[in-house]
Every structure is written in C-alpha cells, then in structure tokens.
C-alpha cells in the first residue's frame, strides 16, 4: 500500500499571525492520497482548504506536523530543491489563470520548461503537444486577451501539464467560468486523469465539481471533518 501513496500529511498545523491576531488555519489535518486519485477539498470559505493545498505542495511552509510527496519528507528538502521538485513533478491551475498578458499561449505553456532549463526546440514541441491535448492547436500564437475564459484555463491547465507532473494541484478551477464551460473543463480535467493516471487535487466551492471527483474531503474550521470515496 506505502508505494501507492503520493501523499502522506500528518498532523498538518499551520497558524497565522497578522498583528495582534492569531488564526488557526490548520489544526492538525491527516490525509492520505493514492496515485492517481481525483480528490476535491471542499468546505466553507476560510476553512483552510487553500492553506492545505498550499501547505502539501510545498507553496508554504506547515507550522508542524510531516507531509511526505511520492515517499520524500518536504521539510527535509532545502528551498532550492523543493521548488526544483515542484517544477519537475508538480503542475499548478488557479481560479484566475495567472498568464502572462504579453505572451501568447504556446509561450506561456513553454515557460516552466524554458525556467527548469529546457532547451527551447524542445520546449516549444512539448508545449504544442500540450495544447494539442486540451484541444487548443489553433489558438497557439494568441495571447490571453485573445481567448475566452474556457481558452484560458485550458492554456493554463496546459501549462499544467506540460512538464508531466506527478500531481496536478487547481484551486477554484472552474471558479472564474460559466457553468457550461465549467462543465467542459471538469470533462477535461477527468479525461486527463483516466487516460494519464495524473493524480488531482481540486479545492472548490462547487458541489457539481466535487461531486464529479472520485472523492471528497469536506473540512470546517481548519480539520477534515468528512472523507468519502
């Protein structure tokens, strides 16, 4: 069982201090995930859910408590080799894109791969290769501004991909989209777990979206309070 576990988080705590007021954001969250799962965290606003993806992703640092990613301690690795980590096994889509306004898609898609040092004819192959698989050939060459919101978030998810990350980490997805095209990413998002094995973690607000996962963690007030397949 220990090899098909990607993430192993135990006693999770993760408080913050602004000024004179101390907010416990997580109170000792375990969690386990199999490779491959498709997990949404779901629960009311300030809950914790976006603490805890960032926390098991290494984007911050957990006040106490061990998370283990594909067998390896994340705190034991330095600064530099947690983000080498995350470049080389992780992909990233948030609510809001986060692309870069002056490049177009197929550049923003090459970008991580160009950082962690890729060259840039290879770069560049496996980024339209990316897009191919979320279906956007076509829109390689425009830039964000050029596309709709659903171009967006499959140029991000994309972006995502397009180092073949062990885990695939979204926060609010579909959050930013109309339902229809909300529905047609959660499609895409699940056609891309089934056929890769890619293991997702999605925190939402949508019962739709986490209804379509194969399991959801519901937390309130920084604990899981509910874990169902």
Same mark, same amino acid.
């Given at each position: 069982m220990g090899e098909q576990l990607i993430i192993q988080a135990t006693g999770v705590q993760k408080t913050y201090h602004t000024g004179a007021v101390t907010v416990p954001a997580?109170?000792?969250?375990?969690?386990r995930v199999r490779r491959g799962e498709m997990v949404a965290v779901m629960g009311p606003s300030g809950c914790g859910k976006t603490t805890l993806l960032n926390c098991l992703s290494g984007l911050d640092f957990a006040d106490c408590g061990e998370i283990m990613i594909e067998g390896v301690s994340l705190s034991g690795m330095s600064d530099r080799e947690r983000t080498d980590y995350r470049a080389r096994r992780m992909g990233f889509v948030f609510q809001f894109y986060n692309l870069l306004p002056v490049l *177009?898609?197929?550049? *923003?898609?090459?970008?991580?791969?160009?950082?962690?040092?890729?060259?840039?004819?290879? =770069? /560049?192959?496996k980024a339209l290769a990316a897009l191919a698989q979320?279906?956007?050939?076509?829109?390689? *060459?425009? /830039?964000? =501004?050029e596309l709709?919101?659903?171009?967006?978030? /499959?140029?991000?998810?994309?972006?995502?991909?397009? *180092?073949?990350?062990?885990?695939?980490w979204a926060d609010e997805p579909t959050g930013d989209l109309d339902s229809e095209t909300a529905r047609e990413i959660m499609d895409l998002l699940i056609h891309l777990n089934a056929e890769a094995g890619l293991t997702f973690i999605l925190v939402t607000h949508d019962r739709g979206?986490?209804?379509?996962?194969? /399991?959801i963690v519901r937390m309130r007030d920084g604990l899981?309070?509910?874990d169902g397949h």
């Open positions: 997580l109170r000792g969250i375990d969690l *177009n898609a197929v550049e *923003n898609v090459e970008l991580p791969l160009l950082v962690a040092g890729v060259g840039p004819r290879e =770069a /560049r192959q979320v279906g956007l050939n076509d829109r390689a *060459n425009h /830039r964000p =501004a709709s919101g659903g171009e967006r978030q /499959r140029t991000t998810i994309s972006r995502a991909l397009v *180092n073949r990350p062990a885990i695939v979206v986490g209804e379509r996962c194969g /399991r899981v309070v509910q």
